[in-house]
């Protein structure tokens, strides 16, 4: 159903950094990254995009601090899930939520809640049984 999704920063380097970190652990890495010269309000705007394959989740540098987001990635374990969160505590990130299952969701609901630099709500979650 969801072909792309984007976040923004006011922090780029240090949003594309964590992304790096955190999403490696996911099977994800960076696909591709430019400057989108094409806005005369703003032409050094930095966009950066992350996917296992191609681009699917995309960092775009903002001037101005935007309403934070909730972004889930989809981890194939729960060991994925417990690496994500180190990375992101490693990487900085402030802890929203350690690694566990989280029943009021479904009983095999496993995710962890990190802040990335710019104040979103990121989460790895895996579905599947222990």
Not at 54 to 67: D, G, H, K, L
Not at 99 to 120: K, L, Q, S, T
Request: charged share 20%.
């Amino acid at each position: 159903m969801i072909d792309h999704v984007s976040a923004y920063t006011t922090h780029y380097e240090a949003a594309k950094r964590f992304y790096e970190a955190v999403l490696a652990p996911l099977g994800s890495k960076l696909q591709h990254e430019l400057t989108a010269t094409r806005d005369p309000e703003f032409p050094t705007r930095r966009m950066c995009a992350f996917g296992p394959t191609r681009p699917i989740f995309w960092v775009i540098e903002v001037r101005e601090p935007s309403t934070p987001r909730h972004a889930a990635f989809s981890a194939a374990t729960r060991a994925q899930v417990d690496a994500f969160h180190r990375a992101a505590l490693a990487s900085g990130a402030r802890d929203n939520g350690a690694p566990g299952v989280r029943a009021i969701y479904h009983p095999n609901y496993y995710g962890a809640f990190v802040f990335d630099p710019d104040g979103n709500n990121v989460e790895a979650v895996c579905h599947a049984p222990a």
